[in-house]
Each structure stands twice: as C-alpha cells, then as structure tokens.
C-alpha cells in the first residue's frame, strides 16, 4: 500500500541555519504530494503542495520539490526562524484506487534556538 | 473566513460515559474525516465520509462511530468500549472526489479520562 517515510526527529537547529526535512513515498499511482505544520495544541495548517513531478511547492519560505526518480518530496528553507518550531508532515493523496486517501508520515519536530 | 470548527476544545469523559465531538465546516466540501493524534505520534484515521449519509472505517474505527445527516457536519462519539480515548482528535475535510486538492483541519479536541 501508500506509504510516507520521514527523517525522524527532533531536528534542532539555531536560528537562520538551513533546514532539510526528509521525505521519501511510496505510491502506486500517481499522488499528490503536501507539507503540513502543526503548532503546539493546534490542528494541522497546509504550508505547501506539489501535485505532479518536478512540481515545486513553496510558502513561507519553504520549499519541496516533486521527484518522481527518487519518490522523494524533502522541505528545505535557507534561514529558519525561531518561529518555525513546530511539527512537519509529509502526506500524499492518491485516488489511484478509486478510494482518495490522505497517508501523512509520522511527523518532525523542529526546534530552532534563539 | 470559511473553515473547520472543533468543539470542545477540552472534554473529559469518565469510565462507562460515552462523549461526542462536533465538527462543523463551512466550506462545502463534501469529504470529512476523523484522525486520531497521540503524543509523538502520526495522524490515525478513525472514520471518513465522502458523501452525505455514507461514512466507512478507517485504520482504527472500534469503540467509535460516526454519522454524516448533513454535508457540514461529521459528529464523532467516543463510546465506552474504547477502552483508550485519551488522545487529541482532528477533524478534516476535503473537496471530495478531487485527489490533488488539500484537507483543511480544525483546531482539534483534546479528550482526557477522569
């Protein structure tokens, strides 16, 4: 079945260093693919999406790129702030089956110091 | 603003009691869902709807059950043979029947034993 992997965390980082957040997929067919935030007590907020490959998603700041060859959807931003600590998700849709499902790996936790 | 609304943000439940929580969208979608979060954990589905009085299980649908009577609405009772409810629960919905599109999520409910 679906499935997404993501680098385990926490990642802790100072502030303005670059942040990679590993993201690799497995799908059957041809998925879409998010990244979502999620602070401390809240629900999840969509930061950014790519839906087909070579697609680039990017808000924020944040950026992923869609690759297909590598299955692969990593979230980059080249300064972080103190104010992007929180938990990312990766997560692909995919109706391939005719059933759409969401698959969210199990999230990262960043903390960026002061 | 459209958007999810999650109700209560706290609930407590005590041993034998069944509790229901509410979720509310104003954004026509005609998709919903329920996920289950634990600490450090990914996101677990509990039940989803697609279509107005039609709901199935998700992953981990025992001890809870769900209805769908209007499009905005995707109630779910925690019913005293969930012999683990303490979690934080999200509700999401979705356009439906379009896979590159996004789900929006509610602040989520936080529900604790007594």
């Known amino acids: 079945g679906d499935s997404v992997t993501q680098m385990e965390g926490p990642v802790t980082l100072s502030e303005e260093a670059f942040l990679t957040i590993n993201c690799t997929y497995t799908?059957?067919?041809?998925?879409?693919l998010f990244w979502y935030v999620q602070y401390p007590g809240e629900g999840l907020q969509l930061l950014l999406k790519?839906?087909?490959?070579?697609d680039k998603g990017s808000n924020k700041g944040f950026e992923a790129t869609y690759r297909k060859e590598t299955t692969s959807f990593h979230l980059e931003k080249g300064s972080v702030q103190v104010s992007d600590s929180a938990v990312y998700f990766c997560?692909?849709?995919?109706?391939?089956?005719?059933?759409?499902?969401?698959?969210f790996g199990t999230g990262t936790r960043l903390k960026v110091l002061a | 603003d459209g958007g999810i609304t999650q109700s209560p943000k706290y609930l407590f439940r005590k041993e034998g009691q069944n509790v229901t929580l509410s979720c509310e969208q104003n954004?026509?979608?005609?998709?919903m869902y329920w996920y289950r979060q634990d600490p450090g954990q990914g996101l677990r589905l509990i039940y989803y709807?697609?279509?107005?009085?039609?709901?199935q299980k998700g992953d981990i649908a025992e001890g809870y059950s769900v209805s769908r009577e209007k499009k905005e609405s995707f109630p779910l009772t925690v019913t005293s043979a969930q012999k683990n409810p303490t979690a934080f629960y999200l509700c999401?919905?979705?356009?439906?029947?379009?896979?590159?599109?996004?789900?929006?999520f509610g602040d989520g409910t936080r529900l604790s034993i007594l």
């Open positions: 790519a839906t087909k490959a070579d």
């Open positions: 709807s697609q279509i107005v009085n039609d709901f």
């Open positions: 954004l026509n979608h005609d998709a």
């Open positions: 799908a059957t067919g041809y998925p879409s």
């Open positions: 999401a919905s979705s356009i439906g029947q379009i896979s590159n599109q996004p789900q929006h």
């Open positions: 997560a692909l849709s995919d109706g391939t089956s005719g059933t759409y499902k969401y698959i």
